[in-house]
């Protein structure tokens, strides 16, 4: 094995993506940010869609940019995809796209979503079956739509390709479903490894369009040809198909305790709070909690709840001018925010008005309005009320977990964006009574090269990994009395 392994993890994010280039040596990982890019859906004709051309566009400037920052004579050993959860691409045979790829806010699934949860025994069925709660984003109902309103797509397509998948077979050829990502779609059966026949029968999916699931760390040969030509340094590049959801990246990013009581805290556009367990969390009152029994890309559990997440703040940003734009001014705004007197009132932040809105803010006053609150004044009191808000509902997720299974946390571990927003922290301990550790971490793209290197056999397992991680990270600990 050479001294130093290069490997890339391409990572995209609902609201940006990044492509980080990991160096392991002597049992470190160092990593370096080759290239970052926005990213966001369009809407055409009253939908909303992901623009993959250029998502693939970026993927390929951020490999060519981790080949320029290789030391001379070095090559690539692998690359790794993952991205946010559910959305998908339909394709045929040849791999080519069969039909445009929706982004999971579209409000294309509202008539199903609420079909669904209007029919107890159904809703009750399927989550028994599948472990995911009746979410509007779930691909179960996305892929409904699809078949109910074009029903010529079920001889259109042949394949249904996870975003991960897909960007797997761009690189590799190869056309396969990995298991962590197709876990988020609800349908995926609870029990087992394999596809859900209660749930692809219930929402009338074609159950052709899936393989079998590959455990994370498969490996899928060979960059394409086409793709190394230019480049000595990608003429061996393996891709692997790592955990393909990003949060199950993050997860495997936390150098949590072997004791099970840390509970992990994946913070960015959505904050996803839960643990890693052997077994499910299920039955009525889970279901009512909406706790997402999704998986470990060994094949076990990590049930979380997903929170509405840093969403709100980075939507109510783009209705001030005076959003800050550098480090110094979101320094600047967070102790503006903290010197703040605590909000009168949290905001609710289950609610569904704040999805997809138009205006953040619009929405945040009017649930306010609603409520008979008085809205802040200016941009310094939404971040403090936000980030209290998303405090406290990471704290009540935290309560549901411990009523249900009996478990007591000791210690929240925050990965991603919000880990370097005190505020978010300091407010989250504050709320659950726990400390809160946070890693300054990229945790998704850590992950990412966590899978490949251990499917490169230069680490043993995740557990090793995981060990020789935390004992060089920073942390900061916010106690729950300031
Ligand atoms: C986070 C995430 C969540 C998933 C949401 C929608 O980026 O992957 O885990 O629920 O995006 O896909």
């Not at 160092?30 to 993959?52: C, K, M, Q």
């Not at 990995?178 to 074609?206: N, Y």
């Not at 997440?309 to 005076?322: I, P, Q, R």
Request: charged residues 20%.
């Amino acid at each position: 094995m050479p001294r130093s392994l290069y490997t890339a993890a391409i990572d995209f994010g609902a609201t940006s993506g990044r492509v980080i280039l990991g160096c392991w040596s002597r049992q470190h990982l160092e990593i370096t940010e080759v290239h970052r890019f926005p990213n966001a859906f369009h809407s055409l004709g009253g939908h909303d869609y992901w623009d993959l051309g250029t998502l693939w566009h970026q993927a390929q400037t951020g490999l060519r940019k981790a080949v320029a920052a290789l030391p001379r004579r070095a090559v690539l050993s692998s690359v790794g995809v993952d991205c946010w959860g559910v959305d998908y691409a339909l394709v045929n045979d040849t791999g080519r796209l069969v039909f445009p790829v929706h982004a999971y806010r579209d409000a294309r699934t509202q008539p199903g979503l609420q079909r669904l949860a209007n029919t107890r025994a159904a809703l009750a069925r399927i989550y028994a079956a599948t472990g995911i709660p009746n979410v509007f984003y779930n691909t179960s109902l996305q892929l409904a739509e699809v078949v109910a309103s074009c029903p010529a797509i079920e001889d259109l397509a042949t394949r249904c390709l996870f975003l991960p998948d897909y960007f797997n077979f761009l690189l590799s050829g190869r056309m396969e479903n990995e298991f962590t990502i197709a876990s988020t779609s609800q349908l995926i059966d609870v029990h087992s490894r394999g596809w859900s026949r209660a749930a692809l029968e219930h929402f009338r999916i074609p159950p052709q369009w899936f393989s079998t699931p590959l455990l994370s760390g498969a490996n899928l040969g060979r960059l394409r040809s086409d793709l190394s030509a230019d480049s000595p340094a990608l003429a061996r590049t393996q891709v692997i198909a790592v955990p393909g959801h990003d949060t199950a990246c993050a997860y495997d990013a936390m150098p949590a305790s072997p004791d099970g009581n840390d509970l992990f805290l994946s913070s960015g556009t959505w904050s996803l709070v839960g643990f890693e367990s052997d077994c499910p969390v299920l039955g009525g009152e889970a279901m009512a909690a909406r706790i997402s029994n999704e998986r470990i890309g060994d094949g076990r559990y990590r049930p979380l709840t997903n929170v509405i997440g840093l969403w709100l703040l980075e939507g109510t940003l783009k209705d001030f001018a005076s959003r800050p734009t550098n480090d110094r001014e979101w320094a600047a705004l967070i102790t503006a925010a903290e010197k703040l007197p605590a909000p009168a009132a949290l905001l609710d932040v289950a609610d569904p008005a704040c999805t997809n809105p138009v205006s953040m803010k619009a929405a945040i006053d009017a649930q306010l309005k609603r409520r008979q609150l008085r809205g802040p004044a200016n941009l310094a009191g939404y971040v403090r009320l936000i980030c209290d808000s998303l405090g406290r509902g990471h704290a009540d997720a935290m309560r549901a977990f411990e009523r249900m299974t009996g478990k007591k946390f000791r210690r929240i571990l925050i990965v991603g964006g919000g880990s370097k927003n005190r505020l978010l922290c300091q407010a989250t301990a504050r709320e659950a009574g726990i400390p809160v550790v946070s890693f300054a971490l990229e945790g998704t793209a850590v992950g990412n090269l966590a899978s490949q290197l251990i499917a490169l056999g230069a680490v043993q397992d995740l557990p090793t990994f995981r060990r020789l991680l935390g004992a060089k990270l920073k942390q900061t600990v916010y106690s729950p009395r300031p």
